[in-house]
């Protein structure tokens, strides 16, 4: 069985700062790993996903994460945020050997100010 | 490509009443998701098709929902004899075949309010 957590409900950055997202799993195996993005009335958009291929992973919109098995974690980055980056953000995992069922965190609300 | 559409965007009903859902996947996407999503909550998988076979259904998925994708194409959820536990962002999603780690393209949602 898989889970994710993602700690801190609620995350407050003055524009230019570091965002910094945590995102912990739980899996036997590591899983495929995501992270999401949910501008108010707007579908979820992918941010960036860890396949295997390279444990630093780039996204869009400037944002990166970084898969680390020894700390079973998979934290989301940016390094200055803009009033833009204002919406709520999902990490979610897959196991490698599904058909892709996501399950995702209980979300962190990113709030950007001046 | 045109995305995934959703209608209504917006549902309110009564409790009791039975409720109908449409989800318009990318044309040349085979596979179709539906998940559910509470206040401050992620969301929730509910059931996935493959073309027009649903192969997949969470336990979430009570009987009184029941979700179809005639022909592979578009899919509708209904929800019959609505509670108000029932209130939430129903979410469709697509993808292309394909591995675990396949992107899954979002529709708007359609948010339901049950009184």
């Known amino acids: 069985a898989q889970s994710v957590t993602q700690l801190g409900s609620h995350v407050s950055v003055s524009e230019g700062a570091l965002v910094l997202l945590r995102c912990n799993y739980s899996?036997?195996?590591?899983?495929?790993l995501f992270w999401y993005v949910q501008y108010p009335n707007q579908g979820l958009q992918l941010l960036l996903k860890?396949?295997?291929?390279?444990?630093l992973v780039k996204g869009i919109n400037g944002f990166e994460a970084e898969f680390k098995k020894s700390e079973t974690s998979f934290h989301l980055t940016k390094p200055s945020a803009h009033m833009s980056d204002a919406a709520e953000y999902f990490c979610a995992v897959s196991a490698t050997d599904s058909w892709g069922k996501l399950q995702f965190g209980a979300g962190t609300q990113v709030v950007v100010t001046p | 490509d045109t995305g995934v559409s959703q209608n209504p965007r917006h549902k309110i009903t009564k409790r009791g009443q039975n409720v109908t859902f449409r989800c318009d996947p990318i044309s040349e996407h085979n596979r179709l998701y539906w998940y559910r999503q509470t206040l401050g909550q992620g969301p929730e998988f509910l059931t996935y098709f493959q073309n027009e076979a649903q192969l997949e259904k969470s336990r979430l998925l009570s009987d009184r929902f029941s979700a179809e994708r005639p022909k592979g194409s578009f899919s509708t959820l209904e929800i019959q004899r609505t509670e108000q536990g029932d209130s939430a962002m129903y979410l469709c999603?697509?993808?292309?075949?394909?591995?675990?780690?396949?992107?899954?393209?979002f529709g708007p949602g359609t948010r339901l309010t049950v009184t």
């Open positions: 999603a697509s993808s292309p075949s394909g591995t675990g780690n396949t992107k899954q393209y």
């Open positions: 860890y396949t295997s291929a390279a444990t």
């Open positions: 899996s036997s195996v590591p899983p495929y």
